[in-house]
Nanobody, 128 residues
Framework: QVQLVESGGGLVQAGGSLRLSCAAS????????WGWFRQAPGKERQFVAA????????YYADSAKGRFTISRDVAKNTVYLQMNALKPEDTAVYYC?????????????????????WGQGTQVTVSS
């Protein structure tokens, strides 16, 4: 299993930017897809973006398209979520997750149930 630690959250004004990081440790030699999810108070966990092990494939929720960019640094075992043009409705706890891939397959899942490992989350608050 892989351990994940998120960082980079904080308080930002609407229209501002933040970059979240997710550092992985443990069985990082295995092939994982990586996802970012978010959860606002009283709401279900919501898919934001996902990236394949190689970084060649990405998948975004409609709410993230054009504003957020997911990327990864293989050498640093770190996944990033660059968030621009933030809105108050982006306020949530953001979680990083890892989905162990079957050999030869790439799955970028938008549902939390598909992911095996989760970080503790980082709070993002966007003020109006």
């Amino acid at each position: 299993q892989v351990q994940l630690v998120e960082s980079g959250g904080g308080l930002v004004q609407a229209g501002g930017s933040l970059r979240l990081s997710c550092a992985a440790s443990g069985r990082t030699s295995s092939s994982y897809a990586w996802g970012w999810f978010r959860q606002a108070p009283g709401k279900e966990r919501q898919f934001v973006a996902a990236i394949s092990w190689s970084g060649s494939r990405t998948y975004y929720a409609d709410s993230a398209k054009g504003r957020f960019t997911i990327s990864r640094d293989v050498a640093k075992n770190t996944v990033y979520l660059q968030m621009n043009a933030l809105k108050p409705e982006d306020t949530a706890v953001y979680y990083c997750a890892a989905d162990l891939q079957s050999p030869g397959l790439v799955r970028l899942a938008p549902t939390p149930e598909q992911y095996d490992s989760w970080g503790q989350g980082t709070q993002v608050t966007v003020s109006s």
